[in-house]
């Protein structure tokens, strides 16, 4: 009769860290290069509403890139969880 549940000591048990550390790095590293962008934008002697309008393009440049890095982290917290509560 076959083993219905394998013995799984042998198994290296899947860990989500280095996936979740490697999205937060990515999440970092847009964050540090928006906030410099955003400084040089600032200190620049372009006129206030051309200022305002790069700002904008920015911030929109910015929550694109993040978006898919932060639905990816979130999948991966919430499959960390349900292995946590059912195992």
Do not use: C, G
Request: negative net charge; hydrophobic residues 35%.
């Amino acid at each position: 009769m076959p083993d219905e549940y394998p013995d799984q000591t042998d198994a290296r048990p899947f860990t989500f860290e280095p996936a979740i550390d490697a999205e937060l790095s990515v999440l970092a590293s847009i964050e540090t290069h928006y906030w410099d962008e955003l400084t040089k934008l600032e200190r620049s002697a372009l006129p206030v509403p051309v200022r305002d309008n790069l700002r904008q393009r920015l911030e929109t440049k910015r929550r694109m890139a993040r978006e898919p890095h932060v639905l990816r982290l979130a999948q991966l917290h919430e499959k960390a969880t349900m292995r946590t509560m059912f195992s």
